[in-house]
């Protein structure tokens, strides 16, 4: 199929449109249109891209638009796109990025980044080199969780060592306590995690994207937050937060203090938090990224729970 036969349509962000992907697929937060809709609250400009096919839609992508110096125009395409079919041919999908290369054009100033939720191997540099885009870094790793299979055989696959430390918390007196979005339940996590960031000396997602992503749901959007306080003698010793989006959801911040780490604490967070999200509907858990290099007891415990690590394609324009 010739780029010429994919035509691509701008709209409005629309919070809903997630149901049209692939729902046998994860959705990466960075592609639900909740999460454009939170970023522009810290001043970026999103919007929504469908990919046409023979009349019908095929694809949609979140886009994050930004300018340099008030002229270069950078594009970026995070994590997606979206199908919505696990049936498209490789040849429409390498039309889309062709279609998506023509339109932002370099010699235009206008460029664009993609980084495909995609594994790095071979094919994948094939494909994007098919559709005359060239690699410019490499892919960070994540780990995804199928919460599908029964309670028994997500506990099943747990890591032994993950395992026995979550039996050893289960027979703490620790209590577990589930808080949705009312932000008295979730901002002392945010707090918690302002002084880690500190103590640390590091940097991530900006803590107000959390209030912005929930200002920014709707009752058809598929997204909200999940909290988890661990307590011990009526204290909070270790919590985790979760991000809601559509059939997905992304294990955002995670703390524990020197008592929940002696009781094994975020391992029953983590625990009842997957239950939670499973409960609620949720198919697939996004651990963050993995980095076992300068933290690799954190990448340690994500993997402990089962999770397929993958590591991305990287970026290309």
Not at 135 to 151: N, V
Not at 220 to 242: E, Y
């Amino acid at each position: 199929m010739a780029s010429s036969q994919i035509t691509l349509e701008t709209a409005l962000i629309n919070p809903a449109s997630w149901q049209d992907a692939d729902q046998n697929a994860p959705i990466p937060l960075q592609q639900h249109p909740v999460y454009g809709l939170a970023l522009e609250a810290f001043g970026a400009q999103a919007s929504q891209l469908h990919f046409i096919s023979g009349g019908e839609t095929c694809g949609g992508a979140l886009l994050i638009h930004r300018k340099i110096l008030g002229i270069l125009r950078v594009t970026t395409l995070f994590r997606g796109p979206l199908w919505h079919s696990a049936e498209l041919p490789l040849t429409t999908k390498i039309s889309c990025y062709n279609t998506l290369r023509d339109t932002y054009s370099p010699w235009r100033w206008n460029f664009l980044i993609s980084l495909p939720e995609a594994n790095d191997d071979p094919s994948t540099l094939t494909h994007f080199k098919a559709a005359g885009m060239k690699r410019i870094m490499t892919g960070f790793s994540t780990a995804w969780l199928d919460l599908q299979p029964k309670e028994t055989l997500l506990r099943s696959q747990l890591k032994g060592k993950w395992r026995n430390q979550l039996v050893k918390a289960e027979k703490s007196a620790l209590s577990i306590s589930i808080g949705g979005k009312k932000s008295h339940q979730y901002d002392w996590l945010l707090d918690k995690e302002s002084s880690q960031r500190s103590a640390r000396k590091y940097q991530a997602t900006p803590l107000g994207l959390v209030p912005a992503f929930v200002a920014a749901s709707t009752p058809k959007s598929g997204t909200s937050v999940l909290s988890v306080a661990a307590i011990h003698d009526r204290r909070k010793v270790a919590g985790a937060l979760f991000l809601l989006h559509g059939n997905s959801a992304t294990y955002h911040i995670g703390w524990a203090g020197d008592e929940g780490r002696s009781l094994n604490a975020q391992n029953r967070v983590v625990w009842e938090g997957l239950l939670a999200l499973k409960a609620k509907g949720i198919k697939f858990l996004d651990l963050g990224g993995l980095n076992t290099a300068d933290l690799a007891g954190i990448a340690r415990f994500k993997l402990g729970t089962g999770a397929s690590p993958i590591t991305l394609a990287g970026a290309y324009i």
